[in-house]
């Protein structure tokens, strides 16, 4: 992950870094995405939390969702090309 994510995340706390990453290792996504949801409510600027959520989305293969993850991120941060480079992808992989 690029300074500009890495840089969002410094405002969370760890443990809720720790129990997000667990939940994605786990692969219990569903609840990943409503931890991301939840600290999405908190700081809304959380660029990666956002790009996170993507990826949850991503891997329940919920296409669309994921799309609209990557598209607040690149809003987000428009000047990371990978938040670019993830939202193309997504929607390769959904067909548009």
Request: charged fraction near 25%; include cysteine.
């Amino acid at each position: 992950m690029n300074n500009t994510l890495n840089n969002a995340s410094n405002a969370k706390s760890q443990a809720q870094l720790d129990r997000e990453d667990d939940l994605v290792d786990e692969g219990n996504f569903k609840d990943a995405v409503s931890a991301y949801d939840a600290a999405l409510k908190i700081d809304s600027s959380d660029a990666s939390a956002c790009n996170n959520r993507g990826m949850a989305f991503l891997s329940q293969g919920r296409y669309n969702e994921s799309a609209k993850a990557y598209d607040s991120l690149t809003a987000l941060v428009p000047e990371d090309p990978s938040s670019w480079d993830s939202e193309a992808f997504v929607l390769a992989q959904a067909g548009n």
